[in-house]
């Protein structure tokens, strides 16, 4: 985790840089996660993808203006731990090798410091896009694996994982709508 003191003040971010951030850092998103087949790709970017869930929801519950998107933010991070527990649980299982990581790669740790840099007129705006394009990503990712992957039971974690991130991205097309 990164030192609380190096997290940017609100309002230090720039909503127009923020939204040229966040469109690359989608595309680039999108396009591993569509080619995230292999077990250890798609374990590694579907840890990072909760992660940056998790920590993005934690702000959001410190910093959104709007009720509903606080209540978004909390069913986030309840849904996101029980994703984060899940994929653990599956590999201890496993007896996997391979370890979760516990930190966010740099396009990630871009967007959630653009989001914690976001002026509080913006903040709710910002937090919505980021989790469009952070759950477009996810269910690319997650289905990939689930119709392609060659381990059985985390391709049938991924399936199972599914119905519930699309069930995100359609809160937050509610979200989008109301503001």
């Given at each position: 985790m990164s030192?609380?003191?190096?997290k940017?003040?609100?309002?230090?971010?720039?909503?127009?840089?923020?939204?040229?951030?966040?469109?690359?850092?989608?595309?680039?998103?999108?396009?591993?996660?569509?080619?995230?087949?292999?077990?250890?790709?798609?374990?590694?970017?579907?840890?990072i993808?909760?992660l940056?869930e998790?920590?993005?929801?934690?702000?959001?519950?410190?910093r959104?203006?709007r009720?509903d998107?606080?209540e978004?933010?909390?069913?986030?991070l309840a849904?996101?731990?029980?994703v984060?527990?899940?994929?653990k649980?599956?590999?201890?299982?496993?007896?996997?090798p391979q370890s979760?990581?516990d930190?966010l790669?740099?396009?990630?740790?871009?967007?959630?410091d653009d989001?914690?840099?976001?002026?509080?007129?913006?903040?709710?705006?910002?937090?919505?896009s980021?989790q469009k394009?952070a759950?477009q990503?996810?269910?690319?990712?997650?289905?990939?694996?689930?119709?392609?992957?060659?381990d059985?039971?985390l391709?049938?974690?991924a399936?199972l994982?599914?119905?519930?991130?699309?069930?995100?991205l359609?809160?937050?097309?509610?979200?989008?709508k109301a503001?």
């Open positions: 030192d609380p003191s190096d940017p003040t609100p309002g230090s971010k720039s909503d127009t840089a923020s939204a040229v951030k966040e469109a690359i850092g989608g595309a680039a998103g999108l396009a591993a996660a569509a080619t995230a087949i292999t077990r250890d790709r798609f374990v590694h970017h579907a840890a993808a909760n940056y998790l920590e993005a929801a934690k702000i959001a519950l410190r959104a203006q009720q998107v606080k978004f933010a909390r069913a986030m849904d996101h731990e029980k984060g527990s899940e994929l649980s599956f590999l201890g299982g496993t007896n996997s979760l990581p930190q790669d740099a396009v990630h740790r871009t967007l959630i989001l914690d840099g976001a002026a509080n007129e913006d903040f709710d705006k910002r937090y919505i980021q394009i759950h990503e996810a269910i690319t990712l997650f289905t990939t694996y689930h119709h392609s992957g060659r059985g039971g391709r049938n974690l399936g994982a599914l119905p519930v991130l699309q069930q995100h359609e809160m937050v097309n509610e979200l989008e503001s």
